[in-house]
């Protein structure tokens, strides 16, 4: 400390706040020493408390003015105070420095206190560099930004920032996907990389130009439309947890009886004209509109089915096959003749379900992004188990991979499509992940672009629970499994809380919604109430970058990629030009 002057000394402690006078001399916002220039003043900035021998690091939370406080310390005396007013400030200690040699460490720590009459110092940038991490030089080193208070870069160790899953928040426009592309371009670097990107505006691709990477490290698929690289979601590929969470069966009927459906799928034929028997059927007698025809032979079916004496169908049947096996599995009772019929009252129970069936079914938006057609599945014994695996390998990549980066664009999958159709993607993904087992564990970085739109409840309920169980587990377990998840949202208060309180690492660019802020509020353990008031007057491109991988919280200047994701603004002005 020997190349500054102290700006200030400590005069109260109150629990864990520290009260500051700053010395009569200094009337700046900025200190100058030898080492350069040091803000002092300025909430969030960063100060050194020299106390018994150990440099303390303060966090300034407020300024003030204020009338002397009486402190006893050497060379002070009554007589010496000024009459104007002096200013404080107030903050928390957290952490200290530490020299070891040539190398200087930060070492968190917010239960020490500085004695009385401390006196407090401006910190160089070398100072600043090393609480902020900005030493690390690692290969696996990610650049975040730059600070805001002058600390140079921010630098974080890529297991520590993604491990434990990252939340980017911000309003639209604010800088989310270029900061989200600035990191993932450092990570594809990496000759190991392997991160899936949900895509849901086409706007990555861009900033992944497959000509600047060697052949293969980059992969795109387009869900829905035609072409190489695209691919329709087979609806039999969806498997029973995601086609139960794109149906939304109620509980007490329903639920079962689609069950029972998709149990049994793979051992139905459908017939060209209509309705659906086994395979050795010469005519259909399962049929979704309660017709009084072929009810015996019906029944017979759906006894052969649940007694397990059917054979397995060659083919998938069409997805409109699952409506006769829910409605004469549900409807056929006996009749007032000792007889069967298709009862209508039990049928009007399934009949929504059915409803929603033929809506999906006819649906084109739905049929451009999921083959309702049926077909031969993904090669042997038709199975869900293998159909499932397929399409998780498909998207998500298998035990080995040639890309390091695959890009799933999803722009031409409709807004009221995307919470099931990603939500029954997701369910696949974390059946496959937990069956894998943590002895098998593939390290994977799942990026969820406008996470708000899928990653929350739908319905009700016990209904509302069951649908949310997988998305919400991937966030809970998914660690432990090898996967790190990088959620970026305009709206956290639309995702489920348990989702959002699994991340880690905060970087939150500036939010003007008091629900937003009070979700981060609620959600971060790491929030800290007077920090998170400042999110909604950042300028463009900065944010407040916080949480477990960091040291403190700290305002930068988002990282910028290059090249530039398609997110860039209108160009309104245009319309003003001649040309």
């Known amino acids: 400390m020997k190349s500054r002057h102290a700006i200030g000394y400590v005069v109260q402690i109150d629990g864990i706040d520290i009260t500051l006078n700053l010395m009569d001399v200094h009337k700046g916002h900025l200190a100058a020493h030898g080492q350069g220039v040091s803000t002092i003043t300025e909430v969030g900035s960063l100060l050194g408390i020299e106390s018994g021998g150990r440099l303390m690091v303060m966090k300034v939370q407020s300024l003030s003015f204020a009338e002397p406080k009486e402190v006893h310390r050497h060379g002070i005396s009554g007589a010496s105070v000024s009459s104007e007013p002096l200013r404080h400030l107030s903050g928390v200690v957290v952490g200290r420095l530490v020299r070891e040699g040539a190398k200087l460490s930060f070492v968190a720590d917010s239960l020490s206190t500085p004695s009385l009459g401390a006196e407090v110092y401006p910190l160089t940038d070398a100072e600043l560099s090393a609480i902020l991490g900005n030493t690390q030089t690692s290969p696996a080193s990610i650049h975040l930004g730059d600070d805001l208070r002058g600390g140079g870069r921010l630098m974080v160790e890529l297991e520590q920032l993604v491990s434990r899953h990252v939340a980017v928040l911000g309003s639209s426009g604010q800088g989310k996907s270029c900061f989200t592309a600035a990191v993932l371009q450092q990570i594809v670097k990496m000759p190991k990389a392997r991160v899936v990107i949900f895509d849901i505006n086409g706007e990555y691709e861009d900033a992944f130009p497959a000509a600047a990477y060697p052949p293969g490290v980059v992969k795109t698929t387009r869900i829905g439309g035609a072409g190489a690289d695209t691919y329709r979601i087979p609806y039999y590929a969806l498997g029973r947890l995601g086609l139960q969470r794109l149906l939304l069966p109620s509980d007490k009927t329903q639920r079962p009886a689609l069950t029972f459906a998709l149990d049994h799928l793979n051992k139905i034929k459908w017939f060209a004209n209509g309705g659906a028997g086994l395979e050795a059927d010469t005519l259909p007698s399962l049929f979704d509109d309660c017709r009084a025809d072929r009810v015996n032979e019906a029944d017979r079916i759906i006894k052969q089915l649940r007694a397990n004496q059917a054979g397995l169908a060659t083919q998938w049947p069409p997805m409109k096959a699952l409506g006769p096996l829910i409605a004469d599995s549900h409807a056929i009772a006996p009749n007032s003749r000792s007889g069967l019929e298709r009862n209508s009252w039990n049928y009007g129970n399934i009949a929504p379900l059915i409803t929603r069936i033929a809506r999906f079914v006819d649906d084109a938006m739905f049929q451009d992004v999921v083959n309702v057609d049926g077909g031969p599945g993904c090669g042997g014994p038709l199975s869900w188990p293998n159909e499932s695996k397929a399409v998780v390998e498909r998207l998500f ?50 990026v969820l672009e406008e996470a708000h739109h899928y990653l929350r409840q739908m319905g009700t309920g016990e209904e509302a629970v069951n649908n949310s169980l997988a998305y919400e587990r991937l966030a809970k377990e998914g660690r432990k499994f090898g996967l790190a998840l990088w959620l970026s949202t305009q709206r956290p208060s639309e995702i489920s809380p348990t989702v959002l309180s699994q991340c880690n690492t905060w970087v939150s660019f500036r939010l003007s919604s008091e629900k937003d802020l009070t979700a981060i509020q609620f959600a971060s353990e790491w929030a800290d109430k007077r920090e998170v008031r400042r999110i909604a007057g950042l300028a463009r491109q900065n944010a407040l970058a916080f949480g477990g991988s960091l040291q403190m919280a700290t305002l930068i200047k988002a990282a910028t990629a290059s090249p530039l994701p398609r997110s860039e603004d209108g160009r309104f002005n245009q319309w003003a030009s001649e040309d």
């Open 397 to 446: 990549g298998g035990p080995e991979v040639d890309w390091r980066v695959h890009i799933i664009d999803l722009r031409r999958v409709s807004h009221d499509l995307t919470p099931f159709v990603l939500g029954a993607l997701l369910e696949l993904y974390a059946y496959e992940l937990f069956k894998r087992g943590q002895e098998r564990k593939i390290e994977t970085l799942l």
